[in-house]
């Protein structure tokens, strides 16, 4: 029993000020939305202020639109809570059944940790991801050389396909791919992951109407994956993060892969989308040479108009709370929406007030405070950016959108914003050779054939068969 608010620490909510669920609020996921969130943000913190009411599938949550109150969100973990169980709505039995956004929440992993047990997850992290963060290590110059050599891989089989002069979409024929490889190679994985993983990935992520079965799909191959590592241990990620805690089950092991698996193929992809329409929009004709250091100012523009987890995980309340305009209760569900703090960020730049290098770099695509991005897996990201991005200029003398920037479409969920497309028509630079088909196949014109023997180094022959003969390892 409280005997008066100057003894307790913390104030505890007037009893007159709106609950969230006494408010009427207007669903996010709107049609408006998937065109303009922009707008959308806008609209909103005119309407309630820096923190807004709003619906998720039925379910009220308060959405954090600037970017001071999504600093703290973030940064004050002794407030806001990861962990599900605090969740007042769910506790109550109060959610609607089957609510699709909370089967990926369901899956408890070091994002949805606290304190020590959080702690001691970020450091299993820190110790099995070390050799890959730089290209000194034998697996981490592996992985940057795996890296540009799947790439390359790509451009050849786009080439072959459609030419040296052609179309291609770079988010289904590049950059997907290019990510599944990775993370097959990354993971240690005996078969290549094929693009319906990305597929289940979304469905859990946008709350589809399958998002259960989905995330059961994807959670059950990385718990087998987990389970073969265990008994074959190899340089992978896997393997080492069973060296770094041998007391992790297959199960514990299988749900942190899952959400690796999220942030490698969905998070890092749609990164290097934006990264590639950045430059698409910029210029029609693209210079081959875009040095490191453009590329990394390139990625942080990017970040910075359209960073891809644009609303961050939910934060749960531990105590009653004043926030913006607004006393949050105990138990209340709060979203930080970094890409409406972006806007701020935006603003202040276009006021010429703050050099431009300084606010592209404040922004909060990686997250801040206890959960941001591990520093090894942001290195990790960094080079897969950087050399994606950077080998597509490099094999491409020209290349131009074939749609208007404002009519790309995007997919818009209530955390990830990506781009479904990203249609080009490419120009290769003369020194780029491309393979030729596989025997039997038909030539296509201007391909020039390299000799078998090259095509089989290279590796390239085997993905070139399962391209054309659409034959997927099981
Ligand atoms: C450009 C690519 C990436 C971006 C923009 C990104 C962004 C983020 C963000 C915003 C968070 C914090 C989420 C929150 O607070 O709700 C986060 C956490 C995390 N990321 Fe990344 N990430 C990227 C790539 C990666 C990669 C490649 C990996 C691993 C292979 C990775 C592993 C993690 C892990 C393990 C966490 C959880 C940290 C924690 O909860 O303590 N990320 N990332």
């Given at each position: 029993m409280r005997v008066g608010m100057e003894t307790h620490p913390f104030a505890a909510a007037p009893a007159d000020s709106p609950t969230l669920e006494s408010l009427s609020v207007e669903p996010l996921l709107t049609s408006e939305f998937d065109v303009d969130p922009g707008s959308v943000y806008e609209r909103l913190r005119r309407t309630y202020g820096p923190v807004a009411p709003v619906g998720l599938m039925g379910v009220p949550a308060w959405l954090v639109l600037d970017y001071r109150e999504v600093l703290e969100v973030l940064r004050n973990e002794s407030v806001w809570?990861?962990?599900?169980?605090?969740?007042r709505a769910r506790a109550e039995g109060?959610?609607?059944?089957?609510?699709?956004?909370l089967a990926g929440y369901e899956v408890r992993q070091t994002m949805f940790f606290d304190d020590e047990e959080h702690r001691a997850a970020r450091q299993t992290y820190h110790s099995a991801m070390r050799p890959f963060?730089?290209?000194?290590?034998p697996e981490g110059w592996e992985l940057r050389a795996a890296v540009a050599r799947y790439a390359d891989e790509l451009v050849g089989m786009l080439a072959a396909e459609s030419g040296r002069v052609g179309f291609a979409d770079l988010a289904a024929q590049y950059t997907r791919p290019l990510l599944l490889m990775v993370t097959t190679k990354l993971f240690g994985c005996p078969v290549e992951l094929s693009d319906e993983i990305v597929m289940d990935l979304w469905r859990m992520l946008d709350g589809g109407p399958d998002a259960g079965p989905a995330t059961g799909r994807v959670l059950g191959a990385m718990t087998r994956l987990a389970a073969h590592r265990r008994s074959r241990p190899g340089e992978d990620l896997t393997s080492y993060m069973l060296l770094a805690d041998?007391?992790?089950?297959d199960e514990q092991l299988g749900r942190e892969l899952f959400m690796n698996a999220v942030y490698l193929n969905d998070i890092t992809g749609n990164m290097v989308c934006n990264t590639l329409l950045e430059v698409l929009r910029g210029n029609?004709?693209?210079?081959r040479s875009l040095s490191a250091g453009q590329v990394g100012e390139t990625v942080n523009r990017a970040a910075l108009a359209?960073?891809?987890?644009a609303n961050l995980c939910f934060r749960f309340a531990a105590r009653d709370v004043r926030l913006g305009n607004f006393w949050i209760r105990a138990g209340d569900i709060v979203s930080p929406s970094v890409a409406s703090a972006h806007r701020d960020l935006l603003a202040i730049q276009s006021s010429h007030l703050v050099d431009s290098a300084i606010s592209t770099r404040a922004h909060l695509a990686w997250g801040a405070g206890p959960h941001q991005c591990p520093s090894a897996a942001r290195e990790l990201a960094g080079t897969i950016m950087t050399t994606a991005v950077g080998r597509i200029f490099e094999h491409f003398a020209k290349a131009e959108l074939t749609l208007p920037p404002d009519q790309l479409p995007w997919r818009s969920g209530p955390v990830v914003r990506g781009l479904r497309l990203l249609p080009v028509r490419y120009e290769l630079s003369a020194g780029v050779v491309v393979p030729g088909p596989p025997e039997g196949a038909e030539k296509t014109d201007g391909v020039v054939a390299v000799p078998e023997a090259e095509r089989q180094r290279s590796g390239l022959l085997g993905a070139l068969r399962r391209m054309m003969f659409g034959g997927r390892k099981a």
């Open positions: 809570r990861r962990d599900v169980r605090h969740w109060r959610l609607p059944q089957d609510w699709p956004l963060q730089d290209g000194h290590s041998p007391t992790l089950s029609a004709s693209v210079r359209n960073p891809p987890t």
